[in-house]
């Protein structure tokens, strides 16, 4: 990997061909890496002390050439050894090499960064722990958890509204997230980066318009060394999985009929009548009141599922291919602070969190993606 090229570097870099990185130039450094036309001068104890890969070339001898055109090249009396990286990538991976690692915020800046490092750290053996630090800055914006995507979701939320931009502009481009995972190994993104991609419909993902979340020059910056193309296979996982949550929105809207059949006091004997226990259960070791309009109960829960059914069916609504988002909002129809009834809105609200729960686990099967 030493370069070998005859042009004399020093004419290179009198031509504007080359140039040093304004940053990692250190003039006391004892190697010289090339990342196409950018030049890092760093030190070869620094590479050696964080990377197998650059341990182990250093420490076996280096062949010599037998024709002076093939002799090592050298520039300012230091090795130049070539690397086949993006320029960015590279300054990434020096700067978490001298300065620890130190992420941003998970916005796409900061993943065109964060990314850049993952890859090398693979490819070039870098020591655990700053691959660890990567992988859990990376996964708490693509968690494996609910409770870490509802958090997630909470800080999109924020965005929109702080800055008026589209909320889905506060993360990455989920397809640049899928094939990150793939490159890399770390299939325990996937779930999260499809299941983001899958809210969005054909057109916006493969003919996005300037400025949509899923326009992948927004913004340029983060165009570096990233993928927004899928692969046969992970095309038709997105296809599936689009299709499986669609159809767990129009499961979730027949099965709320069925939420009040929770509370205790829905539930009829055989004799017909309603049975009222003497200790009815609680939430959070609370006693909670039962439900004493049954009838009225079911008749505004029948007008709630209606009205779900014209708004996230027939409308086709935002939240159509969002299960997750349906399912927190069909658990919000009757707030507890309101309902003539508590015991039915702290029923239907749990009923939603289990529904919610079930759904999240099940999102790795709509886009088979267990093995």
Same mark, same amino acid.
């Given at each position: 990997?030493?370069?070998?090229?005859?042009?004399?570097?020093?004419?290179?870099?009198?031509?504007?061909?080359?140039?040093?990185?304004?940053?990692?130039?250190?003039?006391?450094?004892?190697?010289?890496?090339?990342?196409?036309?950018?030049?890092?001068?760093?030190?070869?104890?620094?590479?050696?002390?964080?990377?197998?890969?650059?341990?182990?070339?250093?420490?076996?001898?280096?062949?010599?050439?037998?024709?002076?055109?093939?002799?090592?090249?050298?520039?300012?009396?230091?090795?130049?050894?070539?690397?086949?990286?993006?320029?960015?990538?590279?300054?990434?991976?020096?700067?978490?090499?001298?300065?620890?690692?130190?992420?941003?915020?998970?916005?796409?800046?900061?993943?065109?960064?964060?990314?850049?490092?993952?890859?090398?750290?693979?490819?070039?053996?870098?020591?655990?722990?700053?691959?660890?630090?990567?992988?859990?800055?990376?996964?708490?914006?693509?968690?494996?958890?609910?409770?870490?995507?509802?958090?997630?979701?909470?800080?999109?939320?924020?965005?929109?509204?702080?800055?008026?931009?589209?909320?889905?502009?506060?993360?990455?481009?989920? !397809?640049? !997230?899928?094939?990150?995972?793939?490159?890399? &190994?770390?299939?325990?993104?996937?779930?999260?980066?499809?299941?983001?991609?899958?809210?969005?419909?054909?057109?916006?993902?493969?003919?996005?318009?300037?400025?949509?979340?899923?326009?992948?020059?927004?913004?340029?910056?983060?165009?570096?060394?990233?993928?927004?193309?899928?692969?046969?296979?992970?095309?038709?996982?997105?296809?599936?999985?689009?299709?499986?949550?669609?159809?767990?929105?129009?499961?979730?809207?027949?099965?709320?009929?069925?939420?009040?059949?929770?509370?205790?006091?829905?539930?009829?004997?055989?004799? &017909?009548?309603?049975?009222?226990?003497?200790?009815?259960?609680?939430?959070?070791?609370?006693?909670?009141?039962?439900?004493?309009?049954?009838?009225?109960?079911?008749?505004?829960?029948?007008?709630?599922?209606?009205?779900?059914?014209?708004?996230?069916?027939?409308?086709?609504?935002?939240?159509?291919?969002?299960?997750?988002?349906?399912?927190?909002?069909?658990?919000?129809?009757?707030?507890?602070?309101?309902?003539?009834?508590?015991?039915?809105?702290?029923?239907?609200?749990?009923?939603?969190?289990?529904?919610?729960?079930?759904?999240?686990?099940?999102?790795?099967?709509?886009?088979?993606?267990?093995?």
């Amino acid at each position: 990997m030493l370069s070998t090229t005859t042009d004399s570097l020093e004419i290179q870099l009198e031509q504007g061909l080359l140039v040093k990185h304004p940053e990692f130039w250190f003039t006391d450094g004892s190697l010289i890496l090339r990342a196409h036309s950018t030049l890092f001068r760093v030190h070869v104890s620094q590479l050696c002390r964080k990377s197998i890969f650059f341990r182990d070339l250093f420490s076996l001898p280096q062949p010599q050439s037998s024709t002076p055109d093939r002799e090592e090249r050298r520039l300012e009396g230091c090795p130049v050894l070539d690397l086949h990286d993006p320029p960015d990538d590279v300054a990434n991976l020096v700067k978490v090499i001298y300065d620890g690692p130190n992420f941003g915020n998970n916005d796409r800046e900061d993943f065109a960064a964060v990314s850049g490092v993952l890859r090398l750290s693979t490819k070039y053996l870098i020591e655990e722990s700053i691959r660890s630090k990567a992988m859990a800055h990376i996964r708490s914006a693509w968690p494996s958890t609910l409770k870490a995507w509802d958090l997630r979701e909470d800080l999109a939320r924020t965005h929109e509204v702080e800055t008026g931009d589209l909320r889905g502009l506060r993360y990455p481009h989920p !397809i640049a !997230i899928i094939n990150l995972a793939r490159e890399i &190994g770390a299939d325990e993104l996937l779930p999260s980066a499809f299941y983001e991609l899958s809210r969005y419909s054909f057109t916006q993902i493969f003919e996005p318009s300037p400025g949509d979340p899923l326009d992948p020059h927004t913004p340029p910056s983060a165009r570096v060394s990233l993928s927004y193309t899928l692969s046969p296979a992970d095309m038709q996982r997105l296809a599936l999985g689009k299709e499986a949550a669609q159809q767990a929105v129009t499961t979730l809207i027949q099965n709320m009929e069925h939420a009040s059949a929770d509370h205790p006091s829905h539930r009829r004997s055989r004799s &017909g009548q309603h049975i009222v226990p003497a200790h009815p259960p609680g939430i959070g070791g609370r006693v909670r009141a039962n439900c004493v309009t049954p009838a009225a109960c079911r008749k505004d829960l029948a007008e709630l599922v209606e009205l779900a059914t014209q708004h996230y069916l027939f409308d086709r609504e935002r939240g159509c291919a969002d299960p997750l988002y349906v399912a927190e909002e069909l658990g919000q129809l009757k707030s507890a602070e309101f309902a003539d009834c508590t015991a039915c809105a702290h029923a239907l609200e749990a009923w939603a969190a289990r529904e919610r729960e079930r759904l999240w686990r099940a999102i790795p099967d709509w886009f088979r993606l267990r093995r």
